[in-house]
């Protein structure tokens, strides 16, 4: 009988073909690979986007442990993430497929994988839907920071934001319908313009400010927050970098369009994370350490901005502040392309309503464009509370970062609960596999409770925070629809035959 250590280095031995990979889990060749290692990397990389995410993020952690908690927090936090991508990566090199975590969470359970692959497939749905529709409304809302920098008589309305996101939006998916070629330039593009932005920004708030703050001043603790208790309020301070660390995996997705996907796939999730932690680290010390007047800074509209403004000048601050708009504007993209390759092999199982139309394939493009066209309807769907009243937006946009880290977690735990059953892939932990799997697990249901907990006091309809009614809206729909028609008629991933039957069906 073979030891699991035997197993790892079998699977060490061999890196089988891809589209043998593919046909061994039961599924034809349907989508071209035209992703490199690179590519696979750049979709995740672009995805977390340090600049959006710190960013769109930066004020509130001013107010919830202030420089203390940003730069340690992001410190800490990182490294809980990497351990999270790194046991997700594991998975992935087994079950190189797009359908990812709910495809591997119906294969790793041992009973009842209808069930896991149901409620993971739509916690995954849900989170990158909210992923899409609140990367476009930040987009929307620092292009109306620049235009009324540019234009001071401008004033932002949430009409106008809403407009601007759905707009943003509409052509983010036209570029996934008609220029696929390119979106896969853009996404290699998208790390340059990062790397590169970070640099130019980083290295203007280095020479250009009249003052710098004293190293010291990287311990400061402000707990703004409106709670008493310092320790909850820096704890509230962690979320930033959780908000910024989200869908990594979009390499998971991207397995059945990726070259050498066994190893290219979990090496895109866990480079991606390093990555960004580093870079994004340089960038948010750029920031504390350029700080004015704090309470000036963080009382105002858009935090990091103001940092920019008081630091390099107004002409100076809006080149930078076109450089994260492109920012944001790349990790939206990135991120539709990945919801769509969700939705795509979620349809490819029967999972959702009108399957046969989500699951189809352009023979022009080799894409499954009716899917991106219902990520766009979805996330516009998100987008349209923000009309009224951007509480609302923000309570459903918050099911982004919690329903994806439940995802990552199922099949890690799954992974785990399996024991020494499991069979990795050709990238794999060894024995740390276990140990980084329950601290990555932990770690996803700590922060997710502090996700759902109040983030402002007095708690007022305004400051409510109301991401657990979402959370709860979403698990009852699921739930219900599972035990009146789903639990009858889905099963789990579907195999379509043998491997030689299956590669018989695969696109020329």
Known sequence: MSTPRARARAAD??????????HAMGYPRKLTRRFQAFDNFAISF?????????????????????????????????LMVL???????????????SGALYFSAGKLAK??????????????????????????????TFIQVFVQLQWPSYQPTAHQTVLITALVIVLQGLANTYTVQLVAVLNRISVWWLL????????????MPDHHQSASFVTHFENNTGFTSGLYGGML??????????????SFHMSEETVHATVSAPKGITRAIGCSAVAGLVLMLALVYSIGDYAEVAGAAAPPVQILIDGLGLRVAKVMLLIV???????????LTSNTRQIFAFSRDGAMPGSRWWHSVSLRTRTPVKAVWLAVACSLALVVPGWWSHTAFTAIVSVNVVGLFLAYAVPIFLRLRLGDAFQPGPWHLGRWGRPI???????????????????????????FNYAPIALAVVLLVATVWWFATARRRFQGPVSYGRPDEVAAMDLV
């Open 13 to 22: 031995s061999v890196v089988l073909d891809d589209d043998a990979t593919l």
């Open 46 to 78: 672009t995805i977390i986007n340090i600049l959006s995410g710190i960013f769109s993020s930066f004020g509130f952690g001013m107010n919830a442990g202030g420089p203390r908690i940003l730069v340690f927090g992001w410190i800490g936090v990182s």
């Open 83 to 97: 351990l999270i991508g790194a046991a997700m990566a594991e998975v992935a090199s087994a079950y190189p497929t």
């Open 111 to 140: 009973r009842h994988k209808g069930a896991w692959s149901w409620f993971t497939g739509w916690l995954n749905f849900v989170g990158q839907i909210g992923g899409t529709a609140a990367t476009g409304y930040a987009a929307a």
């Open 196 to 207: 590169i932005g970070l640099v130019v920004i980083v290295g203007a708030l280095i020479v």
């Open 237 to 250: 301070g962690l979320l930033v970098t959780s908000w910024t660390f989200t869908g990594f995996d979009g």
């Open 325 to 335: 708009i492109g920012a944001m504007l790349f990790c939206g993209l990135a991120n």
């Open 437 to 463: 799997g329950w601290l990555a697990v932990t770690w996803i249901l700590l922060s997710s409770v502090l996700f759902m907990l109040p983030q402002a006091s007095p708690i007022t309809v305004d400051s």
